[in-house]
């Protein structure tokens, strides 16, 4: 017999599993893009190797994240399982939505108001970290994403280039085992960086819920728990990675710009390593995807112009489905909340 307790946390729970095959589906693009495009590693391969690293990063490196998913925003015993399940759906509804553009989506943004609508709605809002630590930080990385990788792709590959110091040619052959193996470094490297950040939008409100549930002190078994729902929540990256995962590879690695093996270097380092900082040093959920993808500009800016890469249709996409995305989580998860509320059932 099933105890009522048991069937509680189980439905958040498979909601989670789902949130995180949607987000493994988005953070493909991001981690695996740049190799891809570069031809270095094979689609069949990704899901594998993404879902290996996304589980170390989220074990090693993701606890200061998941600690302001699942305190930080929204007062931890409002994480009932009916508030987690709610802001957890209304998140994967949203990513959804976007895998099924082939757009790669910010899964930390769409947390974020997730959690927001209900902390507004019962009056519960923590405005300080939001508006003077997540908010200034979603603006701040990307730009300074995009000014290093355009300063390293116009004033180090490009001279690099032209005095034959590059590996992207038939000359150099003799190098390229060699940064095959540096380029799939730094692409795991990137699903590190998104298990340390990423899993923690699923894992944080479900550790959360669970303590609420079970009236066990937080601050005594936050990360025990955090560590339990990433045993869950983390192999389902992977298996999102194969559902959705090869349409955004190629929107994000193919049909933006042609890599070299040196830009995809720059791409990879430059957004994992601002997102890992954040992750580590404050705990800040934030999107990789738009580090990247202000990476990918910054190269492509830097080889072809501004003209030739910002009035690409798939850019112009991206931008709005940024937009849109935060957007039908707030709304979704408000809507469910009143509706709850309502019937009583919060």
Not at 244 to 273: D, M, P, R, W, Y
Request: hydrophobic fraction near 55%.
């Amino acid at each position: 017999m099933i105890s009522p307790l048991f069937s509680q946390l189980l439905i958040p729970f498979i909601i989670a599993m789902f949130l995180a095959i949607t987000m493994g589906g988005s953070g493909t693009g991001p981690s695996f893009s740049a190799a891809y495009g570069a031809n270095v590693v094979r689609h069949s391969l990704i899901p594998g190797l993404f879902g290996i690293m996304v589980f170390l990063g989220a074990i090693i490196a993701g606890k200061n994240t998941a600690t302001t998913i699942g305190q930080g925003l929204l007062a931890p015993e409002m994480m009932t399982f009916s508030i987690v399940s709610i802001i957890l759906f209304s998140v994967a509804v949203s990513l959804l939505i976007a895998n099924l553009a082939g757009v790669p989506q910010s899964t930390s943004q769409s947390t974020v108001f997730a959690i927001v609508a209900p902390a507004l709605y019962f009056h519960e809002f923590n405005s300080t970290k939001l508006l003077t630590e997540i908010i200034p930080t979603w603006f701040i990385l990307p730009v300074i994403s995009y000014a290093i990788s355009y300063f390293l792709g116009k004033y180090i590959y490009r001279p690099m280039r032209r005095r034959g110091l590059t590996i992207s040619r038939a000359k150099n052959i003799n190098l390229k085992p060699v940064w095959d193996g540096i380029i799939l470094i730094t692409a795991l490297y990137v699903a590190f960086s998104i298990g340390a950040n990423n899993v923690a939008n699923a894992a944080g409100p479900i550790a959360s819920m669970t303590a609420n549930e079970l009236n066990l002190s937080l601050d005594q078994h936050f990360v025990i728990l955090m560590i339990l729902s990433t045993l869950i929540v983390a192999p389902s990256f992977g298996i999102g990675s194969s559902f959705f995962g090869k349409k955004i590879v190629q929107n994000t690695g193919k049909e933006i710009v042609l890599f070299g093996k040196f830009e995809a270097v720059i791409i990879g380092i430059v957004s994992a390593s601002l997102l890992l900082l954040a992750s580590i040093v404050k705990g800040i959920p934030t999107s990789l995807v738009q580090l990247n993808v202000a990476a990918i500009l910054g190269i492509g800016v830097a080889k072809l112009g501004p003209k030739n890469i910002f009035r690409k249709t798939e850019v112009k996409k991206f931008f709005l489905m940024w937009l849109i995305a935060p957007c039908i989580a707030f709304c979704l998860s408000l809507l469910l909340i009143f509706l709850a509320d309502y019937f009583k059932i919060v």
